[in-house]
């Protein structure tokens, strides 16, 4: 119970951290654009993408490039099939569970024009909420204890076309919606758009992604009967509601496909992500309100008689950042990944063992996800 709430707060904090600036009156409505903002939609989809370092946005062209790039959905490669995605992870000990849902299909003949959808959701749940633990006298009444769910979810719709005039280019967008909800304490809306493109010429492809290009607008209300009094007690500001911005960043990636045997090929993979949003300390490189984020990965395959590729390798590494130890100095560490897939007919299956604390202390995440073609 315990790990849980603690796992809630800190789902919380950076939507409620401008709650304690004193220099904002309390009862009105706040407006902020604070860092790590919707960070979940971060946190990457897709056990194959796990397992190359999350180093997809100039590689996926399959249905998860919706979240990825979706310019990546139309591609000259692509099946004229619809294509079902699935992908489930946990996380701290099965105290946050992670899923995901895509779909993707052409809208014409000729595959030049591709729609997809995407479903995310992290979740917290049957967390207990102790508000009404302590009776007035003093009494401790466990009957009042209930329990609450602490979500934060997405769908995005995407559209892909290839320009006519360009061969090898691919444009993308995204229509981001996203919500988070505190159990009965609070819920947001928020709405946005994603841009992207990618070019492909023979083995090399390069991708770029501009996520949040207008700003990500997350309204917040609160539920202020779930907590007055505990607020009250506590000297805490109650507000009514709140408006979170999403600042615009920009993930560019390039990736080279080697051909090392008849049957087996080598992609090599690297993305950098530009976050606009304020120094991030543990960020790589961190300066002028700007951070630079690299990942890393590559993936080995292996064709069958038919020229489709059926079983897969994979390595690679992401969340380069200097770590501010007790002391004050500062250490450098990364998050390893390894993972595999192979194809059986319509089915993909993929496994990634991603690295969720850092190297020394070997904290593991399993993920498993699932592709279909529909025929």
């Known amino acids: 119970m315990r790990i849980r709430f603690i796992f ?5 904090l950076p939507c409620y951290a401008w709650a304690q600036d004193p220099n904002v009156p309390s009862n009105l409505t706040s407006t902020n654009a604070p860092k790590y903002s919707n960070e979940f939609l971060r946190i990457g989809i897709g056990a194959r993408a796990f397992g190359m370092g999350n180093a997809q946005v100039a590689t996926a062209q ?22 079902l995605s699935l992908m489930h992870a946990s996380y701290f000990a099965n105290v946050a569970n ?29 967390i207990p909420n102790t508000l009404q633990l302590i009776e007035p006298d003093g009494s401790i009444n466990y009957g009042a204890v ?36 505190a159990g009965r304490f609070g819920n947001a809306w928020g709405f946005g758009l994603d841009l992207g493109a990618r070019y492909q010429a023979g083995n090399f492809m390069a991708g770029l992604m501009v996520t949040d290009a207008t700003q ?43 051909p090392v045997g008849r049957r087996v090929s080598l992609l090599v993979a690297m ?16 300066q002028s309100g700007v951070s630079w984020e690299p990942r890393v990965g590559m993936e080995l395959s292996y064709r069958n008689y038919l ?12 969340n380069f950042q200097y770590e501010r130890n ?19 007919k319509n089915f993909t299956i993929d496994y990634a063992l991603a690295n969720i604390g850092n190297f020394s202390e070997v904290l593991y995440t399993h993920i498993v996800s699932l592709k279909f073609h529909i025929q």
């Open 8 to 12: 809630f707060l800190s789902l919380l």
């Open 62 to 83: 399959d249905v998860t490039a919706g979240y990825w790039n979706p310019a990546g959905l139309a591609n000259e490669s692509r099946l004229l099939y619809p294509e």
């Open 98 to 126: 992670y899923n995901y849902i895509g779909f993707s299909m052409p809208v014409d003949t000729a595959a030049n024009r591709y729609f997809g959808i995407s479903l995310i959701r992290i979740g917290v749940d049957d």
């Open 146 to 181: 209930s329990s609450f769910s602490s979500t934060e979810m997405a769908a995005l719709l995407s559209y892909a076309w290839q320009p006519q005039m360009i061969p090898g280019l691919s444009l993308g967008t995204n229509l981001k919606i996203v919500y988070h909800g």
């Open 216 to 258: 990500t607008y997350n309204a917040w209300t609160y539920n202020t009967e779930t907590f007055e009094e505990a607020f009250l007690q506590t000297g805490n500001d109650i507000y009514q509601s709140s408006l979170e911005i999403t600042r615009p960043a920009a993930r560019l990636g390039l990736a080279y496909d080697i």
């Open 271 to 286: 993305d950098h992500d530009f976050l606009f949003d304020g120094n991030r300390p543990s960020a790589l490189f961190s």
């Open 307 to 318: 020229d489709r590729r059926v079983a897969f390798l994979r390595m690679g590494a992401y």
């Open 326 to 344: 007790i002391d004050g100095t500062q250490k450098f560490s990364t998050f390893p990944t390894a993972g595999v897939g192979i194809v059986v």
